[in-house]
Every structure is written in structure tokens, then in C-alpha cells.
């Protein structure tokens, strides 16, 4: 008869405990001083963040938003959270005619608003539920990366802390294998460009502030739709950055193109040309290369928008997301490959 325990009595491993605290405790912030951001750029999560930005740059190079490319089931199930927020916002919009002397319009935007953010909660954590196993422990996280990645209820704003939240993720997504390699396109160029309308949608009808971060050079409530704008058209793209802005190429290419999708709701919204109402934008874009550009934006998320305090200071991190120092230290992956290394 074999005596051979059917369970492990030795003392439980780092990695045991710190799982646990994870289940028990859900995601945290921890960056809560400057001190903290040093601990921030050495962590899992932040070599995470900037491998998924450059997979995810050299694959979609010469792909279009409109062009054929593979959308699995999984990221179909995905795509369903964003109907589903789209239409509360369709429920919650708010009327002038709800407006007096007593209650200005504003209020009653803002009340709007966070009516949508409380029903959004519960709406994202019963869809990702349906969209992945329920057998996955990563649900909670996920659900908390997500929900915080439509602005703040309390300021009334966006920024590039809750673009980032996203990014966390869709990252955690891939961490987690919900997501394959195969996903990869779809991610960016599907589910990404989705939240990025939502986004959108909830500024215009809620008046959303942008919670500005004075490192960022592009003064938007986002940054990554011209990151990877950019890395779309670093492979044979049709136009040259400096003919962004002409009528035949916009008419042509803007159903195409996130860099032309953002050129073009600019000009609407802001009622002008870049170099009026985006003259940050307007000087990159003067640069002669669509990889030249690419590498410009890129360097400036790495070094000013991922080292910002006020942006990671209101990021949460658990086990897909970790904040735990990397073992090894080893060179960043930027997507400088070819054709984004092209001079």
C-alpha cells in the first residue's frame, strides 16, 4: 500500500501566497510616490506594457481598418461588451429639456454620466463573464483594468491614465492566454478602435474634460490612436505624412487609416486646420516619414507619458499586471524593427 500523501503538508510556496493575496485583496495601486516610479520601470507590467505596444506595432504595419482579417469567436464575444456600452449610452443621454435654473445643463451631463460609469460596471463584469470561461480566476482583474478605462466620475475627465487601464487590458488579455497571437490584429485594429469610438461617444455627450498630463506632447485625451496610427502606415502606406490633411487623401483613405480618423474628428470638433487646433500634431506630422514619426511618438509615450506620475499613479496592478520587480533586466522591445527603423 503506497503511503504517498494525496496533498502537499510542506509550507506553501512565495508564489502560493502571493496568489492568494491576489484573490483576497483584487488589484492595487502602488505607485504613490516619485520614488515609486523607479520601482515602476522595472516592474513585469511595465516590460509587459512595452512588448505588447511593439508586437503589436510591427503587426499591424500596412493593414487597414477595412481590410479582411481574421476575428476569432473569442474576439468576436470581446466586441459584444461594446455594443452593450454604446447602447447605455443611447439610454442615458442627457436632454436639455431635463435642465432648468435650478438644475444647468451641466449637472445634468454630469449626473448622466455617472449613472452610465455605475451601470457600466455592472455591465462589464456580467459580459466578461459571458465572453470568457467562467472557470477563469482573471475575470475580477480584467473587470477592474476595464471599468477604469472610461474616465473619472468624480473629476468628470479622461486622460491617459484610464487610455493605459485599457492597454493594461488588452495586455492582461494575451497574459492570461484568453487572447493568442493570432488576436493580435483584431485587438488593435478592432477592439481597440471600438473603445476609442466609445470614448469618444462619452466625451461628446457627457462633456468629458481631457485630465492633461504636461508631459505629453499631444495635447488629446489620447495617445495610443496615434502611436499605432502611425505603425499602420509604416508599410506601404499610400500618402506621406505631410498630406494628411489634403481633401483627395482624406476623402480617399479615412475609413482606412486610425491617423485619419483622428485628423478628421479633430478638424470637426475643434472647427479648424491642424495647425490651429492641434499644433502639436501638425509639427510631428512634418516629419517626412511615417517610420520617423512612428519612432518619435513611441519614444515620447516610453519616456514621458509611461514615466508620468500623474498617469501611473492612478494604475492598479495585480497578477496579470504585476509590479513585481523583473528578474533579469533586459533591453527593451521597441518596435524600431523594419520598415519602423526606415530613415
Not at 37 to 65: C, E, F, M, P
Not at 118 to 132: G, N, P
Request: a positive charge; one cysteine or more.
Amino acid at each position: 500500500m503506497s503511503t504517498k500523501l494525496g496533498y502537499d503538508v510542506t509550507d506553501p510556496t512565495v508564489q502560493l501566497l502571493r496568489a492568494s493575496a491576489f484573490m483576497q485583496n483584487g488589484p492595487v495601486k502602488q505607485v504613490r510616490s516619485l520614488e515609486d516610479l523607479d520601482r515602476w520601470v522595472r516592474s513585469q507590467a511595465y516590460y509587459d506594457i512595452i512588448a505588447y505596444i511593439s508586437n503589436t506595432s510591427k503587426a499591424i504595419q500596412g493593414h487597414r481598418l477595412t481590410q479582411a482579417f481574421p476575428v476569432t469567436e473569442q474576439m468576436r464575444r470581446l466586441g459584444e461588451i461594446f455594443d452593450g456600452l454604446e447602447q447605455l449610452i443611447v439610454e442615458h443621454t442627457p436632454k436639455m429639456e431635463d435642465s432648468n435654473l435650478a438644475l444647468p445643463f451641466g449637472q445634468v451631463r454630469s449626473k448622466a454620466y455617472r449613472t452610465w460609469m455605475r451601470q457600466m460596471y455592472q455591465h462589464v463584469f456580467s459580459k466578461l463573464d459571458e465572453a470568457i470561461n467562467v472557470n477563469c480566476k482573471h475575470i475580477n482583474e480584467l473587470g477592474q483594468y476595464l471599468r477604469r478605462s472610461f474616465g473619472n466620475a468624480n473629476t468628470l475627465d479622461f486622460g491617459p491614465a484610464n487610455e493605459l487601464m485599457f492597454l493594461f487590458f488588452l495586455c492582461g488579455l494575451f497574459r492570461a492566454g484568453i487572447l493568442l497571437a493570432k488576436d493580435t490584429v483584431a485587438a488593435a485594429l478592432m477592439l481597440f478602435n471600438r473603445y476609442v469610438n466609445v470614448v469618444r461617444r462619452l466625451i461628446s455627450t457627457y462633456g468629458l474634460t481631457i485630465a492633461k498630463d504636461p508631459a505629453c506632447t499631444i495635447e488629446d485625451y489620447y495617445f495610443l490612436p496615434y502611436l499605432w496610427g502611425a505603425a499602420q502606415l509604416s508599410l506601404n502606406s499610400p500618402f506621406s505624412p505631410m498630406q494628411c490633411e489634403q481633401g483627395k487623401i482624406m476623402d480617399s483613405y479615412r475609413q482606412d487609416y486610425m491617423m485619419l480618423e483622428i485628423i478628421d474628428h479633430l478638424q470637426k470638433t475643434r472647427r479648424g486646420p491642424l495647425s490651429r487646433v492641434a499644433l502639436q500634431l501638425w509639427s510631428i506630422l512634418s516629419i517626412p516619414t511615417w517610420p520617423q514619426v512612428y519612432r518619435g511618438l513611441n519614444r515620447n509615450y516610453v519616456d514621458h507619458v509611461l514615466s508620468s506620475f500623474g498617469t501611473v499613479e492612478q494604475a492598479i496592478f495585480c497578477e496579470l499586471m504585476s509590479f513585481e520587480a523583473v528578474v533579469q533586466i533586459i533591453p527593451l522591445q521597441r518596435a524600431y524593427w523594419h520598415p519602423l527603423n526606415a530613415r
